[in-house]
């Protein structure tokens, strides 16, 4: 079965850094586009960063800077860095799989998610 499984989330203060990670089993990333979402409350689910089927990388303009996508091919894991975080990033973070679009909820499979609060 497909499965994404992520960890690295949790409080930090402002300014700090976080890494979420999340791995893949029953696929190979490389096969398809992967990304970063997440969803504060109240709020619209919104696409962070991804990397396209094509090998394109998108990051939303709140995060550009800040934020960096990685992968590591060789264990099937998806990083997401978080730098300079602010309170604004406070969000439930979701890796996904196979997109066809890094906007809202363009993806085929998820991860469990990852809270990330950030406190000043």
């Known amino acids: 079965e497909v499965q994404l499984v992520q960890s690295g989330g949790g409080l930090v203060q402002a300014g700090e850094s976080l890494r979420l990670s999340c791995t893949a089993s029953?696929?190979?990333?490389?096969?398809?586009?992967i990304g970063w979402f997440r969803q504060a409350p109240g709020k619209e689910r919104e696409g962070v960063s991804c990397?396209?089927?094509?090998?394109?990388?998108f990051y939303a303009d709140s995060v550009k800077g800040r934020f960096a996508i990685s992968t590591d091919d060789s264990k099937n894991t998806l990083y997401l860095q978080m730098n300079s975080l602010k309170l604004d990033d406070t969000a439930e973070y979701f890796c996904a799989a196979d997109l066809w679009g890094c906007s809202s909820y363009e993806a085929h499979y998820w991860g469990q998610g990852a809270q990330v609060d950030v406190s000043s």
């Open positions: 029953g696929f190979t990333f490389g096969s398809y586009g």
């Open positions: 990397i396209m089927e094509d090998g394109s990388i």
